[in-house]
């Protein structure tokens, strides 16, 4: 148990600007240090120390930690979970914010997750099979009808082929799988579902729950949901802490399905599961289905989070540690968030050789907004000269908060669209012609009125 005046020294691994964010926010921060593969100058400016190296190596966090010696450590991506970070600093007595490799296998096994549902009997699996081989694959996908094909293992959401939006035949999915299976990797084939996507992320200490706000993310790299799948290009959350397409209804079930989920990890390995649950939901026609789970915050949803959240977030993480999170109400202010990406013109693909990759995002800083309704978090970029340069993924983001989606929409959109660069990004997300498509699309399936004032 801390001194109530107690301060702490935190380190972060791996990328995440809206972590930091929140640390800084906090009034029980002291120290914050971060390993990162690279540094961008959110971290060079907001740091107390940093040191560059490979995050998924779990003896550089080690040996870091052994250094500053943090009371404990978030790790904010799936790869250094993946890769044993956490068992590695347990091992030296630094609690974590992030699973064991064990219990991160929720984010890096597709098949692990899906046979945890079944075996616990928690709702949400679309019908689904492993498989190592074409042994009875091309019967089970004739079966299916429309299927999905994912990668047993980690892609940064973007090894997910949907049939209808990736690929067109039986054939050419099967030979997706082939080429799989050709690099040694097992698949999971899914029943494709129709619905709405969303984010419903909950801290867990081992055994009590604290939710989050639901929020939209929006994969495709172009309006009107076209182009490739990239990491998320942005998101946007509601005041009333639902989303236009959802009831409350929804919400609660998919906080129970959380819940259920971190109760099996525990039954399943013997391991308290302590960190985020993040479980990316579709509500279809047939109920609430579970698409996925990530073993951490999403990005971007994680700067929806970080713009909204009233708590003292290192008194969440003390909370997690200790399992104390029944006792600490965790609270997000009831207002509209929205969250839009600079990407490289042409991301996801890598940056052309010859492409200038300075950007200029005075006109956004120079806002009256800006520090008010409006914040910046970096992402994959450099400082070079006094310039920010662009590297292969997305750079920044712009988050707004105000009392209305509409007002937040408009706010985001001004800083975004005024960057000067070889950049774009999606002006549709939280634009009132977007969210009645999203909305339409719900009323199709459901074929009822499910309308709710969303601005
Ligand atoms: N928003 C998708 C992800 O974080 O994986």
Same mark, same amino acid.
């Not at 109530?4 to 930091?20: H, R, Y």
């Given at each position: &148990?801390?001194? /109530?005046?107690?301060?702490?020294?935190?380190?972060?691994? !791996?990328?995440?600007?809206?972590? &930091?964010?929140?640390?800084?926010?906090?009034?029980?921060?002291?120290?914050?240090?971060?390993?990162?593969?690279?540094?961008?100058?959110?971290?060079?400016?907001?740091?107390?120390?940093?040191?560059?190296?490979?995050?998924?190596?779990?003896?550089?966090?080690?040996?870091?930690?052994?250094?500053?010696?943090?009371?404990?450590?978030?790790?904010?991506?799936?790869?250094?979970?993946?890769?044993?970070?956490?068992?590695?600093?347990?091992?030296?007595?630094?609690?974590?914010?992030? =699973?064991?490799?064990?219990?991160?296998?929720?984010?890096?096994?597709?098949?692990?997750?899906?046979?945890?549902?079944?075996?616990?009997?928690? =709702?949400?699996?679309?019908?689904?099979?492993?498989?190592?081989?074409?042994?009875?694959?091309?019967?089970?996908?004739?079966?299916?009808?429309?299927?999905?094909?994912? =990668?047993?293992?980690?892609? !940064?959401?973007?090894? /997910? $082929?949907?049939?209808?939006?990736?690929?067109?035949? /039986?054939?050419?999915?099967?030979?997706?799988?082939?080429?799989?299976?050709?690099?040694?990797?097992?698949?999971?084939?899914?029943?494709?579902?129709?619905?709405?996507?969303?984010?419903?992320?909950?801290?867990?200490?081992?055994?009590?729950?604290?939710? &989050?706000?639901?929020?939209?993310?929006?994969?495709?790299?172009?309006?009107?949901?076209?182009?490739?799948?990239?990491?998320?290009?942005?998101?946007?959350?509601?005041?009333?802490?639902?989303?236009?397409?959802?009831?409350?209804?929804?919400?609660?079930?998919?906080?129970?399905?959380?819940?259920?989920?971190?109760?099996?990890?525990?039954?399943?390995?013997?391991?308290?599961?302590?960190?985020?649950?993040?479980?990316?939901?579709?509500?279809?026609?047939?109920?609430?289905?579970?698409?996925?789970?990530?073993?951490?915050?999403?990005?971007?949803?994680?700067?929806?989070?970080?713009?909204?959240?009233?708590?003292?977030?290192?008194?969440?993480?003390?909370?997690?540690?200790?399992?104390?999170?029944?006792?600490?109400?965790?609270?997000?202010?009831?207002?509209?968030?929205?969250?839009?990406?600079? /990407? =490289?013109?042409?991301?996801?693909?890598?940056?052309?050789?010859?492409?200038?990759?300075?950007?200029?995002?005075?006109?956004?800083?120079?806002?009256?907004?800006?520090?008010?309704?409006?914040?910046?978090?970096?992402?994959?970029?450099?400082?070079?000269?006094?310039?920010?340069? &662009?590297?292969?993924? $997305?750079?920044?983001?712009?988050?707004?908060?105000?009392?209305?989606?509409?007002?937040?929409?408009?706010?985001?959109?001004?800083?975004?669209?005024?960057?000067?660069?070889?950049?774009?990004?999606?002006?549709?997300?939280?634009?009132?012609?977007?969210?009645?498509?999203?909305?339409?699309?719900?009323?199709?399936?459901?074929?009822?009125?499910?309308?709710?004032?969303?601005?």
């Amino acid at each position: &148990m801390q001194a /109530v005046n107690e301060k702490f020294d935190v380190m972060i691994i !791996g990328k995440s600007f809206a972590l &930091m964010t929140m640390c800084k926010a906090s009034t029980k921060l002291n120290g914050l240090y971060v390993l990162s593969d690279y540094a961008n100058p959110g971290i060079i400016k907001e740091a107390t120390n940093y040191k560059i190296a490979d995050t998924n190596n779990p003896e550089n966090a080690v040996e870091y930690a052994k250094l500053i010696r943090p009371h404990f450590a978030i790790i904010a991506s799936e790869d250094p979970l993946a890769h044993g970070v956490a068992d590695a600093l347990l091992n030296i007595g630094v609690p974590c914010i992030g =699973p064991t490799q064990s219990l991160a296998r929720l984010e890096s096994s597709k098949s692990f997750t899906r046979q945890l549902l079944e075996k616990y009997d928690i =709702p949400g699996n679309p019908a689904y099979r492993r498989f190592h081989d074409e042994n009875g694959l091309a019967e089970f996908v004739r079966e299916l009808g429309e299927f999905v094909v994912k =990668p047993d293992g980690l892609t !940064g959401g973007k090894g /997910v $082929r949907v049939m209808g939006d990736h690929f067109t035949t /039986v054939e050419e999915g099967l030979a997706y799988c082939r080429e799989l299976f050709s690099q040694n990797g097992s698949v999971v084939i899914e029943e494709r579902l129709d619905g709405e996507e969303f984010s419903f992320q909950s801290f867990f200490d081992g055994k009590h729950i604290a939710h &989050m706000v639901p929020i939209q993310d929006h994969k495709r790299a172009h309006n009107d949901d076209t182009g490739p799948n990239t990491g998320g290009m942005g998101s946007y959350s509601c005041a009333d802490h639902l989303l236009p397409f959802l009831t409350a209804d929804d919400v609660k079930a998919a906080g129970e399905i959380n819940r259920r989920v971190g109760e099996a990890l525990f039954l399943e390995t013997g391991e308290e599961y302590k960190g985020i649950l993040y479980g990316g939901f579709m509500i279809t026609k047939k109920g609430l289905r579970v698409i996925e789970y990530n073993a951490r915050f999403g990005d971007p949803e994680v700067m929806n989070i970080a713009s909204l959240l009233e708590t003292d977030f290192v008194a969440i993480c003390l909370a997690v540690i200790d399992g104390t999170l029944d006792r600490l109400p965790v609270e997000f202010r009831r207002q509209a968030s929205v969250c839009k990406y600079i /990407v =490289p013109r042409n991301y996801p693909e890598k940056l052309p050789k010859d492409m200038d990759i300075r950007i200029n995002i005075d006109d956004a800083l120079a806002s009256p907004e800006f520090g008010k309704r409006l914040r910046v978090y970096y992402s994959a970029i450099n400082e070079k000269d006094g310039a920010i340069e &662009m590297t292969d993924s $997305r750079s920044l983001a712009f988050v707004a908060v105000a009392d209305t989606l509409t007002e937040a929409e408009g706010i985001a959109e001004t800083a975004a669209s005024s960057v000067k660069g070889n950049v774009f990004h999606r002006t549709d997300i939280g634009t009132p012609p977007l969210i009645k498509k999203r909305v339409e699309h719900m009323e199709r399936l459901f074929e009822i009125e499910r309308r709710r004032q969303f601005a």
